[in-house]
């Protein structure tokens, strides 16, 4: 099997995706959708393509797939950006965990390693993950 040696940050950024929605055993396709969607209007995936994505998707699962993967690719995220870039990719994280509604505690268990792995300040992740909870509010209505 060949074992990948280091990513660019674009690749980086979607690994983390890939990370948190692989969490709890697979990727659904609204979680696939939200990555989708994040690389078509982001300015940070500016001259990324979907079949890029795609190729940068696989690749993050084979790294998984690799023994210590997840340590691998953990190592590899943190290489690949630049500190100001591991809090998009936190963010980008947190869009794919709240694009399911429903968190298992395997997914909550990947998002704190990932913020350990991407060393991000207490604080700085929680602002992030309150950005995110406040963008993804519904309006209940009673009808």
Same mark, same amino acid.
């Given at each position: 099997m060949l074992v990948r040696t280091g990513l660019d940050?674009?690749?980086? !950024?979607v690994c983390?995706?890939?990370?948190?929605?692989?969490?709890?055993?697979?990727?659904t396709d609204?979680?696939?959708g939200?990555?989708?969607? !994040?690389?078509?209007? !982001?300015?940070?995936?500016?001259?990324?393509?979907?079949?890029?994505l795609e190729f940068a998707s696989d690749a993050a699962v084979a790294l !998984?797939?690799?023994?210590?993967?997840?340590?691998?690719?953990?190592?590899?995220?943190r290489a690949a950006l630049e500190p100001r870039l591991r809090e998009t990719a936190y963010a980008l994280a947190c869009e794919v965990v709240a694009a399911d509604r429903v968190t298992?505690?395997?997914?909550l268990r990947m998002l704190e390693l990932v913020q350990g792995e991407l060393r991000l300040e207490p604080l700085v992740a929680a602002a992030i993950e309150r950005g995110v909870r406040a963008r993804h509010q519904t309006i209940d209505r009673a009808e």
């Open positions: 940050a674009q690749e980086a !950024l983390t995706m890939v990370l948190v929605a692989a969490a709890d055993g697979g990727i609204r979680e696939i939200v990555m989708s969607g !994040l690389v078509q209007t !982001l300015p940070v995936f500016q001259n990324f393509s979907s079949e890029h !998984l797939e690799e023994d210590e993967g997840l340590a691998h690719a953990g190592t590899m995220i298992s505690q395997a997914v």
